[in-house]
């Protein structure tokens, strides 16, 4: 089928044809054959790069300019979320606006009223319900990203439940895309969609497992015809002879491991072998980059590491680097400037990344409470499905590496062989539960037990079990949030919000969260700066660090020496809980470190974590600080408020408080603002009235930086030639577009 026979716009068609698109892939064909431009709900299932995306944008300028309503795209991660809307800012040509919101939970989302493509994260979509929108009945078609993680854990109950609303809220045309999973039947009759499931790729994918310099591929549907691979021994280490056998074909290759430790510690023994395969070129460019990551003294030595390796035409990718870092090392591996990344999983189910080879070195994984266990086929098959680059590759490759024939032959049956496992709702989770009872409550969505079930009716879960069976977790939740007086039943039966659920609920964070924040507050009359860190690393919205067997002597000394301190009472030192309770401590530390302007470098050293993991801590321990200041106001603890604001400013900035007014001028961070208080200037006025040359000499400033300060203050000044640079060097990266533009121009 041919682009040009659908029952499209026009323009659409033409600009689609501008962009390279022709001829659509037999997916594709088969999903417009199925009524979906005629308004049926669609369960799309198909391989990465199959263009599932394609089909769900021309349904959505379908619904736009037949005037059926706004496009809502659902995604399950910010990064994809930020990737999907640099890609359809390309059909703001054809008078379409886009726009993106990933954060904020406790913002009703105005501004995005007048966009036509909206696209969100699960949890922002969910907090935007929560605040019942105005512009939610102007919605035509919702299409959700990656349908199958209703099967995870802490994703997949705020999905099921998001659609459950919508679908009770608007009458709106549903498209879900999924990778091939088992059971997608079982998704499409739960949206009432019709289903296209295929395993048809644009680029052939082979999986196989390597064993003794041999790779034994399986090719095709079914699995049918074998074929192997000789693997040349040049190096000591086989790892590195299948990246080079890669790179010798002009290939790149993604490598994944199981933990952050062997991201950098394999990149390393890859890294030399790589430099060959780099034109003089992309070597003076990766240089040129390179020198803009770690480059301050303060930078976390694992920035340097990676900048090393930059440098090299290799990087490494896991979830403690600093977001823009991750950034940098996607786009430079889709500019082919980067020859291999060396990753944890979680890449395969974040942005599009393929290579020419993916190889999974590690099928198995360790965690404290599972011990070493396989991972799913499911997850496997995330990470072989990267394999093969588009309009690059004419095959891709997916490699599981084997230690004896036993092993290789057990893998192939178990990961080569295996179809996916089945998905299941997670939605039977007492803390899901109360959580989205409560927000279907406040939003007046539900207000009878009727209601309630018609609610639970909507669901993945009731599709997929006996509805009485969620009945007890409901009467739970119900008594749950009855007895923390977030919610009261009239006489007759209905159930409405209080003052307190209302906000809990518009606040986005955990109902025990709430309760205990309001019973915290209202038996202390005075806090310590640690008390309330540690009262909010004590939330379940809260995610902390984990202390490790050397550090437990340290933190059990440290809780003995601050006891009076913790508005959480410590537990037994024999109980199961205190080994957490160590890690909340830990947490607690580090914020406090954060807001003592220690630099990066001694954070991530100190508390053996990663950049991006302060970011999170940070980031997460800001909004509950909020929360605690909401709660304290509309529970009468308003002594409470004034410290709870300063500290939440301080979180957002990493400052000490006696900078705060200087960090809210654009283009002054922690060490800027510290810099200018330093030389004596520490307010808005001494600002205003020092001369400009005077404040350019302040290292650090520099006349770019001073014109803009003196702007915002409202001091007509003369610009000069310098480019303002607001970033600080030695804490941020600065913008990626810029790092790009670098390279490129």
């Known amino acids: 089928m041919r682009l040009e026979e659908l029952d499209i716009n026009k323009k659409v068609i033409s600009h689609l044809q501008s962009l390279g698109v022709v001829d659509l892939f037999p997916p594709q064909a088969s999903a417009f054959e199925t009524g979906v431009l005629k308004g049926k709900n669609l369960v799309l299932a198909i391989p990465t790069s199959s263009g599932k995306t394609l089909v769900a944008e021309v349904c959505m300028?379908?619904?736009?300019?037949?005037?059926?309503?706004?496009?809502?795209?659902?995604?399950p991660l910010k990064s994809l979320a930020r990737e999907k809307y640099d890609d359809f800012k390309k059909y703001e040509k054809l008078g379409i606006s886009v726009a993106m919101s990933v954060g904020d939970y406790d913002s009703p989302g105005t501004r995005l009223r007048e966009a036509d493509i909206?696209?969100?994260?699960?949890?922002?979509?969910?907090?935007?319900?929560?605040?019942?929108?105005?512009?939610?009945?102007?919605?035509?078609?919702?299409?959700?990203?990656?349908?199958?993680?209703?099967?995870?854990?802490?994703?997949?109950?705020?999905?099921e439940m998001v659609l459950a609303k919508l679908t009770q809220m608007v009458q709106a045309q549903i498209i879900a895309l999924s990778a091939t999973i088992s059971n997608a039947d079982e998704i499409a009759n739960w949206l009432s969609a019709e289903l296209v499931k295929s395993t048809w790729r644009p680029v052939p994918l082979s999986e196989g497992v390597y064993l003794d310099s041999e790779i034994d591929f399986f090719e095709g549907d079914r699995y049918e015809k074998r074929s192997t691979r000789q693997v040349p021994r040049k190096y000591k280490d086989e790892i590195v002879d299948m990246v080079c056998d890669t790179l010798d074909e002009n290939g790149q290759v993604l490598l994944f491991v199981s933990s952050r430790k062997s991201t950098v510690t394999v990149a390393k023994r890859i890294g030399p072998s790589i430099r060959k395969y780099l034109s003089s070129d992309s070597m003076k460019d990766l240089l040129r980059i390179a020198k803009k990551i770690g480059s301050a003294p303060t930078s976390p030595e694992e920035s340097k590491t990676l900048a090393k390796l930059v440098a090299e035409g290799i990087a490494f990718h896991h979830a403690g680097l600093d977001n823009q870092e991750r950034a940098l090392v996607e786009d430079l591996f889709k500019g082919n400037l980067l020859k291999v990344v060396v990753a944890t999983p979680?890449?395969?189910?974040?942005?599009?990344?393929?290579?020419?080879?993916?190889?999974?070195?590690?099928?198995?994984?360790?965690?404290?409470?599972?011990?070493?266990?396989?991972?799913?086929?499911?997850?496997?098959?995330?990470?072989?499905?990267?394999?093969?680059?588009?309009?690059?590759?004419?095959y891709g490759e997916a490699v599981l590496i084997a230690r004896t024939e036993s092993e290789k032959e057990a893998l192939i049956e178990h990961y080569t062989l295996s179809e996916p496992e089945e998905i299941y709702s997670r939605l039977a989770s007492p803390t899901a539960i109360r959580s989205h009872l409560l927000a279907s409550i406040a939003a007046e969505l539900t207000c009878t037990n009727e209601e309630i079930d018609g609610l639970i009716s909507n669901t993945f879960y009731a599709y997929q079990n006996d509805q009485r069976k969620i009945a007890h977790h409901v009467a739970s939740a119900i008594a749950f949030l009855e007895d923390g007086k977030l919610i009261e039943t009239s006489p007759t039966g209905q159930y409405s919000a209080t003052l307190l659920g209302k906000r809990a609920s518009q606040l986005y964070i955990d109902p025990q969260t709430a309760i205990m924040f309001r019973d915290i507050l209202a038996q202390v009359d005075e806090h310590t700066q640690l008390g309330i860190l540690h009262m909010i690393c004590h939330s379940p919205d809260q995610?902390?660090?984990?202390?490790?067997?050397?550090?437990?002597?340290?933190?059990?000394?440290?809780?003995?020496?601050?006891?009076?301190?913790?508005?959480v009472e410590p537990p037994d030192i024999e109980d199961e809980n205190y080994t957490g309770f160590l890690g909340e401590v830990k947490t607690a530390r580090l914020l406090e470190e954060w807001i003592s302007e220690s630099t990066e470098k001694d954070i991530t050293e100190k508390f053996?974590?990663?950049?991006?993991?302060?970011?999170?801590?940070?980031?997460?321990?800001?909004?509950?600080?909020?929360?605690?200041?909401?709660?304290?106001?509309?529970?009468?603890?308003?002594?409470?408020?004034?410290?709870?604001?300063?500290?939440?400013?301080?979180?957002?900035?990493g400052v000490r408080s006696d900078i705060l007014e200087l960090v809210n001028l654009r283009g002054i961070g922690r060490i800027r603002g510290r810099m200018l208080h330093n030389h004596g200037l520490r307010s808005f006025s001494d600002l205003y009235h020092v001369p400009i040359d005077e404040l350019a000499r302040i290292p650090t400033i520099g006349r770019a930086i001073a014109e803009s300060v003196k702007k915002q203050l409202g001091v007509d000044v003369k610009p000069s030639q310098s480019p303002v640079d607001e970033s600080e060097d030695d804490e941020d990266l600065g913008s990626m577009q810029t790092l790009l533009d670098d390279f490129t121009q």
């Open 118 to 159: 909206i696209i969100l994260t699960t949890e922002r979509a969910d907090s935007i319900v929560r605040h019942k929108a105005d512009w939610i009945d102007e919605i035509g078609i919702v299409v959700v990203d990656e349908i199958h993680l209703v099967n995870d854990s802490s994703r997949g109950p705020t999905l």
């Open 608 to 653: 053996g974590v990663g950049m991006g993991d302060v970011h999170r801590y940070v980031q997460s321990a800001e909004w509950l600080i909020h929360a605690a200041a909401e709660i304290a106001r509309i529970t009468n603890r308003s002594s409470h408020i004034p410290s709870l604001h300063s500290l939440r400013s301080r979180l957002k900035y």
């Open 346 to 394: 979680t890449l395969a189910a974040g942005v599009n990344l393929p290579a020419r080879r993916v190889i999974i070195r590690d099928y198995r994984r360790f965690e404290e409470s599972l011990g070493n266990y396989p991972i799913p086929v499911l997850e496997y098959k995330q990470m072989a499905g990267r394999a093969g680059r588009p309009k690059y590759d004419k």
């Open 543 to 567: 995610s902390v660090a984990y202390v490790i067997r050397s550090e437990l002597e340290e933190y059990e000394v440290f809780v003995d020496d601050h006891s009076k301190e913790f508005l």
């Open 61 to 75: 300028l379908k619904a736009i300019l037949d005037g059926r309503g706004k496009a809502l795209y659902l995604v």
